[in-house]
Each structure stands twice: as C-alpha cells, then as structure tokens.
C-alpha cells in the first residue's frame, strides 16, 4: 500500500468518525428534547388528573377510570421499522389530546357557574317561567275549588288571596334553586366567590295580584 493511499483511508476514517460523532450528538439532542417533551406531557396529565377529579367531586358526578389503554392505529411508524410509532408524532398526539382535555374540562367548569335553569337565559325570563308556573298551578287550584264548591262565600274569597300568597312564596324559593348556580366563581386565591342570586319578588307579587284579580273574577262576577 502507498503512503497516499494510506494517507486517503486515514482522512476518510477521520470523517467517518466525525459524521458519526456528529449523528451521536444530534441522536442525543433530539433524545434529550424528547425527553423534556415527554415530562411536561406527563405533568401536564397529572395536574389534568387532578382537576378533573376536584370537578367531579364538586359536581358530586363519579371520577372516570384514568386506567392507561393501548391505543395504536398503525399510523406514524418510523421509516424500515414495521409497527413502531414515531416517538416525535406520538408525543405531539398527546400534547393535542391533552389541550383538548383541558379545553373540555374548562367549557364544563364555565357551564357548571352558570343558574342551573335555562343557563344562557336572562334571570328575568327564568323568574318569569318559575313564577308563572306557580301561579298557574294555583289558579288551577282555585279553579278546581270553584267547581268543587259551586263558588262565592267566604272561603272563596280566602281561596282567592291566600293560595297566590303562598304560590309566591313557593316560586320565591325554587326562584333562588333556579339562579343558584350548580359551581361558584373562584377568585385569584381559589377560594369561592358567593353568588348573586337574583329572586325579583315584585314580579312574583305582580303575578299573584293578576291571579287574585282574575280568580276573583270569575267567583264573584263572572
């Protein structure tokens, strides 16, 4: 073998050492990033683990099974090596998954701090709907009185005011169920913020005099 020869084999194993130190270090670089990667992933499931088991205790609903399954649908599998997923697409699938857990256990907390009843509703039309229903249910109370009695008297006369009395004291209450909010508002502490609920008892106290009036009506003039 000639020294140029020898010289020729000596420079390309020093490049072959080179390209492979270089694809060591480049390896290693992605592993490590993969790595980080694959932390904050599991820190980020932990922390939604956790939330979303305080949700589900504060909305008294069962805790779902956070049990790992296998979830392989073939797509994604590193080039000349059949059947192994992609590390770098896998863990950008559970980045997506786990944004979009959050997302939905978001959208369930703000749904949840809203009045039980008709949430997206103004509290005006969901007053309306209880008390309106308390004083027809009441006037067909008084309606069956009427029949049942064949009308007039004294009693028809306390039939008429005291059976809407209490209706709007009934619709008060179921009032306050309805625009309670199932979750209250947390400050910046944590800790729960007391709700308004509005009860507007004037409307109540409208209604009930138009039920007086049209119950009394058909008592004693009709």
């Known amino acids: 073998m000639s020294l140029s020869a020898y010289e020729d084999l000596v420079h390309e194993l020093a490049r072959l050492d080179a390209d492979t130190a270089a694809s060591t270090a480049q390896a290693t670089r992605a592993l490590e990033r993969r ?14 683990m956790v939330d979303l088991a305080q949700l589900c205790a504060r909305l008294r609903h069962s805790t779902p099974d956070f049990t790992a399954r296998q979830v392989d649908d073939g797509a994604g599998e590193l080039p000349g ?3 192994e997923p992609d590390a770098d697409l896998v863990l950008e699938r559970a980045k997506t998954a786990l944004r979009e857990a959050e997302a939905a256990r978001t959208a369930t907390t703000r749904a949840a701090q809203r009045p039980t009843l008709l949430p997206k509703s103004h509290h005006v039309v969901r007053e309306l709907l209880v008390y309106g229903s308390c004083m027809v249910a009441c006037l067909a109370v008084q309606f069956v009185y009427l029949a049942a009695s064949g009308g ?3 009693s028809a ?7 809407p009395v209490v209706a709007t004291l009934v619709g008060y209450v179921l009032v306050g169920m309805a625009n309670r909010p199932r979750l209250p508002m947390l400050d910046r502490t944590g800790k729960p913020i007391k709700a308004v609920v509005p009860h507007n008892p004037r409307l109540g ?17 009709a």
């Open 35 to 48: 790595r980080e990667t694959l932390r904050e992933v599991r820190s980020g499931i932990d922390e939604e």
């Open 205 to 221: 106290v409208t209604l009930a005099v138009c039920t007086m009036a049209l119950f009394a009506y058909f008592a004693f003039f």
């Open 157 to 163: 006369l306390w039939v008429a005011f005291l059976l």
């Open 81 to 83: 090596r059949q059947g």
């Open 152 to 154: 007039g008297g004294e």
